[in-house]
């Protein structure tokens, strides 16, 4: 049986979605809030739309486009369950959530496609700040 890995804060791992002129993108992923309003609802709000099914944001950092993929559960099981992580905070009896995803993924790309997580980017420092900064607003809300 393989071991679970813990996820304390974040962790960055390869083989995400494609994206066009692209290998498999990098992701951040972090340990849902149960606890919170789902992700998507969360980001709805934060960026203002009016689409709870909306999983691709542009944002912009220094005068600098970006955009942020979410992945929903079943993109996020075809993507990334066979890296096996360990729930550290079991579900509350009060999860808001009927989403039960236990593990959000996000990938980042400049304008150009570019993937900002890879570890050989340029923007990889620029793309980790602002999705700690996300992630903890998302477990603040």
């Known amino acids: 049986m393989q071991q679970r890995v813990p996820i304390s804060d ?3 791992v390869t083989n995400g979605k494609e994206v066009l002129g692209n290998k498999n993108l990098s992701a951040f992923i972090f340990e849902n809030n149960l606890k919170k309003l789902p992700i998507e609802q969360f980001l709805a709000a934060k960026f203002n739309t009016n689409s709870y099914s909306q999983t691709e944001f542009w944002i912009t950092i220094d005068k600098n486009k970006y955009q942020i993929m979410i992945y929903d559960k079943a993109d996020y099981e075809k993507y990334f369950i066979s890296y096996n992580f360990a ?3 079991f579900e509350p009896e009060n999860a808001k959530s009927n989403d039960q995803r236990t593990f959000i993924a996000i990938s980042m790309i400049n304008s150009n496609n570019e993937d900002c997580l890879n570890d050989n980017s340029l923007y990889q420092n620029i793309a980790v700040n602002y999705l700690k900064q996300l992630k903890e607003e ?4």
């Open 138 to 141: 998302f477990y603040n809300q």
């Open 87 to 89: 729930v550290m905070n």
């Open 10 to 12: 974040y962790v960055i």
